[in-house]
């Protein structure tokens, strides 16, 4: 069993939702929203299906309020929903479809991005030549690596907060990061 | 300095300059390394590459969708609200204080056990005096005849 930690002010806010504030978990949402969809995006790397993710994941924290328990960080929780769901996700659409071409989806946000900046016809596809070959990387990396290297690159979890999203002790953790960068230089050496 | 690059906790040093999250004078001296070695150039080169997977805006419905599957599964579920006030904690404690109000309304209502027990002691007295009464009479009425 989880020890009760001194709750953080999000696992407080957390709490008042339990009470019945629903203003609370406005709150909590204005500040998760963004990084649970970003983390989810470049897990299933297509907007639509990580915005419907990122609505489960924020439904199955409303459903859970009745019993939250502050038992670890609330981020730590919320990673934890995160990545279980994402992780069904990938299983689900791998068992129904088979691997999908990345190059349909590319078709989404990111490139919007990159044409807000006005680049050249040139410039523009050596971008996305280069995120097509990271995104490769990215996916490439058993599940594990990939949510570890995501969390830590991207969402600044520490060590602890991600061995505790992955069951998995703090040197487990390291040893896991260490062996996805590894592959990751390995991959994108020629990028270099 | 040996290839950072080689072991885990080179590595975990290294993630930590490249993310900023050491001091002034570590972070110098890693910077110093990485100028000398191309094993660390390489990590370091990888992890801004990874600044390249940029993500989309989350989009501007997000919130009023999610608020619209909220409320259509409150809708799905009524008892989801009572199951809601039996959570809060100062129903177990509003239940006890009205459990208490009652016994203790019961014990002072007129007809209540102590006005019972007055009532009882009343009536014997009552009766005891109609006893009285009824000798006194019963002896009068016996001189008269004598």
Known sequence: ?192 | MTCLSENEQGAELLTGYLSKALDAARMAELGRHIQECADCRGLASVWQRLDEFAVPEVSLGFDARLYARIAREEARIPSSSWRRWLWRPVAPLAAAAAVVALVLGFLHVPGGPDSAKQASNVEIEQVAQAVDDLDLLTSLADTRER
């Open chain 1, 1 to 192: 069993m989880e020890a009760v930690v001194a709750p953080d002010r999000d696992a407080q806010l957390m709490l008042r939702v339990r009470q019945g504030d629903d203003t609370s978990f406005g709150m909590l949402l204005e500040r998760h929203r963004g990084p649970v969809v970003h983390f989810l995006y470049r897990m299933v790397q297509n907007q639509a299906v990580s915005e419907e993710l990122a609505q489960e994941v924020f439904l199955r924290v409303y459903r859970s309020r009745e019993t939250y328990e502050p038992t670890a960080k609330f981020t730590t929780w919320l990673f934890r929903i995160a990545t279980h769901v994402a992780l069904n996700s990938i299983r689900d659409r791998k068992k129904e479809k088979g691997h999908e071409s990345l190059d349909e989806e590319m078709l989404d946000g990111t490139e919007r991005q990159v044409a807000d900046r006005q680049p050249t016809v040139e410039q523009e596809m050596v971008h996305e030549v280069k995120l097509r070959e990271v995104r490769q990387a990215i996916e490439a990396l058993p599940a594990k690596q990939r949510v570890a290297v995501l969390m830590h690159k991207y969402e600044g979890l520490d060590y602890a907060q991600i061995a505790g999203v992955l069951s998995c002790s703090e040197s487990a953790i390291k040893s896991l990061l260490f062996r996805a960068y590894e592959a990751l230089r390995d991959r994108l050496a020629h990028m270099a």
